[in-house]
């Protein structure tokens, strides 16, 4: 189970500039610092974007609301030196408003600059927030060309964004096959919204011959991770096919 750091033992680090001064802090760490060592703390006091990037990535799935400020925080800093990875993080973060105050301007702020350096995350992130409108025009013929460029890179999520583009005909006309196409990509790499929308497809045969037991093959297998939509499509464990009901007999007429 994870172990988060306390907040008064975060916010230290995030005020300190430089190592010398934060070697002076009397901070103590306690005895089960789960995921996140002494050596990690010391190298985010010191100011190094990948201790804060890490040690923000653990804080923010903490449940305290201060606790995931503090994460915020530290992720910031790590992106305000250019970690590709905090930045599209922070974009996303605040872009969904998962546990802290939605900031759209900020957000795809974040987004823009993790986007100019090819972060395939940020390019997805960006991608939604022009096709919702959040933050920027709602764009849908750019969310499309983000979205590819995700895609491109593997990114597993855009590529089933792309299948519903394509699918519904949003940005791009419609076009099943294709649908298909990036819905099997990304069903291939374990997407579970990709596997279930896969499973639909083969199910209804759109884009692909019907073929319900690849439609039960896929479904099961993003219920097995966990997506609810695809568990309401398997059957359940120990459950059975309902019991024939048996022939009548014959009548037999007397001789």
Known sequence: MKRFLPVSLLLAPLLMTACSRAGRIGVVLPK?????????LDQARGGDANAQYELGLLQLSAKDPAER???????EQAAMQGKIEAQAKLGAVLLAGDGVPQDYAKAVEWLKKAVAQGSDVGQYALGIAY?????????FSQSIK??????????APAQTKLG???????????DPVRAAEWYQKAAD??????????GL???????????R????????????????????KVPTAGSSAPAKKPKAAKKVTPQ
């Open 189 to 198: 790499r374990s997407d579970v919204a990709g596997q279930y929308h896969l």
């Open 213 to 232: 037991a690849k439609a039960l093959e896929w479904f099961s297998k993003a219920a097995a991770l966990g997506y609810k939509p695809a568990q309401q």
């Open 69 to 75: 400020q503090v994460a915020i925080r530290l992720v």
């Open 164 to 174: 519903q583009a394509y699918e519904l005909g949003e940005g791009v006309t419609a």
């Open 146 to 155: 983000l979205w590819k460029d995700s895609a491109l890179q593997g990114y």
């Open 32 to 40: 089960d610092t789960g995921d996140i060592g002494a050596a990690t």
């Open 131 to 139: 096709h919702d409108g959040k933050g920027v025009l709602r764009n």
């Open 201 to 211: 497809l083969y199910e209804q045969g759109i884009g692909v011959p019907k073929d």
